[in-house]
Nanobody
Framework: QVQLVESGGGLVQPGGSLRLSCVASGFTFSSSTMSWYRQAPGKERELVAT????????NYADSLKGRFTISRDNAKKTVYLQMNSLKPEDTAVYYCYRPLSAYWGQGTQVTVSS
């Protein structure tokens, strides 16, 4: 059974940082491209970042490039999202996603507020 379990969300002040984790099971993680998406209230779910399975090639939403970093640890079957210089507009539920199987995690809430 495919499982994606996100963690690391929470409340952070503007300018702060968080690192999200997604622990995967039920498939060959090391050969799977992985992504992070987010969905803010009243908005469509949007792609945040993607990392490939081979040479860890990364891709980011243009508006987030430079602040967010996606990485992976295949031994731990985990994909990370390091979020720096957070802004209130980054407030959203962040989801881990495996494109090949179109499988979503349950999400973790990130709230950026003073």
């Amino acid at each position: 059974q495919v499982q994606l379990v996100e963690s690391g969300g929470g409340l952070v002040q503007p300018g702060g940082s968080l690192r999200l984790s997604c622990v995967a099971s039920g498939f060959t993680f090391s050969s799977s491209t992985m992504s992070w998406y987010r969905q803010a209230p009243g908005k469509e779910r949007e792609l945040v970042a993607t990392i490939s399975s081979t040479e860890r090639i990364t891709n980011y939403a243009d508006s987030l490039k430079g602040r967010f970093t996606i990485s992976r640890d295949n031994a731990k079957k985990t994909v990370y999202l390091q979020m720096n210089s957070l802004k209130p507009e980054d407030t959203a539920v962040y989801y881990c996603y495996r494109p090949l199987s179109a499988y979503w995690g349950q999400g973790t809430q990130v709230t950026v507020s003073s």
